[in-house]
């Protein structure tokens, strides 16, 4: 089935302490991308990444730092997770760029204390 | 802030009646999607919409652009209880911006 996983899906942490969500795609797909989702302010783009080792910046990436080591895999790494990172994320990927259908994983929910 | 403006920000309306969502956006585009979301779930594309096309059709969706007034609207006809749901539209090749989206309620 083609799709895209991440993990975990529900995360709680405090101050500080360094965490990894891990996403991965099935479709072969160039095109990856992280999104924070906050109430009332819809979905924002972190980063996102053209191809292997190509990454660039969204509209949000303080804070946050990715690799894109492999095609399949696109990690989101909070080096020193701060409270106001506490949200919902997104990773998707679509074939070649965001012009085409991005596919969505289920979403992460994370708690900063 | 670059991010596109749905409106309304909410919306009921009884099944079996029509719903139309707008979307403005500041800059110029190649394209605008939009999406749907159902409660804290993964967005679900929905269309494409391109900046030479004006009007674009899926089943009971149908999508307009009007790039002079750099907007978008969503119509859905013949709502369903199953379109309950947050809509949003989103702009962009590589960098994306999505809108605030709109919740649409159908009620039964």
């Known amino acids: 089935e083609a799709q895209v996983t991440q993990n975990p899906r529900y995360l709680i942490t405090v101050t500080g302490k360094k965490l990894t969500v891990t996403c991965s795609q099935n479709?072969?797909?160039?095109?990856m991308s992280w999104y924070r989702q906050d109430p009332g302010l819809g979905l924002r783009q972190i980063y996102y990444?053209?191809?292997?080792?190509?990454?660039d910046k969204g509209d949000v990436p303080e804070g946050y730092k990715v690799s894109r080591k492999e095609k399949r895999n696109f990690p989101l790494i909070l080096e020193s997770p701060s409270p106001n990172q506490t949200s919902l994320y997104f990773c998707?990927?679509?074939?070649?760029?965001?012009?085409?259908?991005?596919?969505f994983g289920p979403g992460t929910r994370l708690t900063v204390l | 802030s670059q991010q596109g403006e749905e409106d309304p920000q909410a919306l009921s309306i009884q099944e079996g009646e029509n719903a139309t969502m707008n979307c403005s956006y500041k800059?110029?585009?190649?394209?605008l999607q939009w999406y749907r979301q159902n409660s804290g779930r993964g967005l679900v594309h929905l269309i494409l919409?391109?900046?030479?096309?004006r009007e674009k059709h899926s089943g009971r969706l149908r999508v307009t652009l009007d790039t002079s007034k750099k907007s978008s609207s969503l119509l859905i006809t013949a709502s369903r209880a199953a379109d309950t749901a947050s809509y949003f539209c989103?702009?962009?090749?590589?960098?994306?911006?999505f809108g605030k989206g709109t919740r649409l309620h159908i009620l039964p």
């Open positions: 479709m072969n797909h160039e095109y």
């Open positions: 998707a990927s679509s074939l070649s760029s965001g012009m085409n259908e991005q596919f």
């Open positions: 990444s053209m191809n292997v080792e190509v990454t």
């Open positions: 800059t110029s585009i190649n394209n």
């Open positions: 989103a702009k962009g090749d590589d960098k994306i911006i």
């Open positions: 919409i391109r900046s030479n096309e």
